[in-house]
Nanobody, 120 residues
Framework: VQLQASGGGLVQAGGSLRLSCVAS????????MGWFRQAPGKEREFVAA????????YYADSVKGRFTVSRDNAKNTVYLQMNSLEPEDTAVYYC??????????????WGRGTLVTVSS
């Protein structure tokens, strides 16, 4: 499966952004979809995931209550709505896919990242 993320940019602290990731190449609903991020000088970390038809969502503690992951299987797209952004959220954000919930540890598929910069 091929993944293409978009929607990154520069935003002030307290602002919002919505990331999108379009998947192609296989049946979208066969995959758990997720988002990871990698800040400068840090390891890539799990951010959020959503189950095959969207019935369950999972979040890192650092983004709970501020970020919302959703999906539209008719559009082969997963979203990450990011509210109340903080400078610590600055990172390259990656879309990921996996056929199981191990996506939160080691996804099978990665997309190219999109940069999110939050200014203070």
């Amino acid at each position: 499966v091929q993944l293409q993320a978009s929607g990154g940019g520069l935003v002030q602290a307290g602002g919002s952004l919505r990331l999108s990731c379009v998947a192609s190449g296989h049946t979208f609903s066969s995959y758990v979809m997720g988002w990871f991020r990698q800040a400068p000088g840090k390891e890539r970390e799990f951010v959020a995931a959503i189950s095959w038809i969207g019935g369950s969502t999972y979040y890192a503690d650092s983004v709970k209550g501020r970020f919302t992951v959703s999906r539209d299987n008719a559009k082969n797209t997963v979203y990450l709505q990011m509210n109340s952004l903080e400078p610590e959220d600055t990172a390259v954000y990656y879309c990921a896919a996996d056929s199981t919930l191990k996506i939160m540890r080691r996804p099978d598929y990665w997309g190219r990242g999109t940069l999110v910069t939050v200014s203070s």
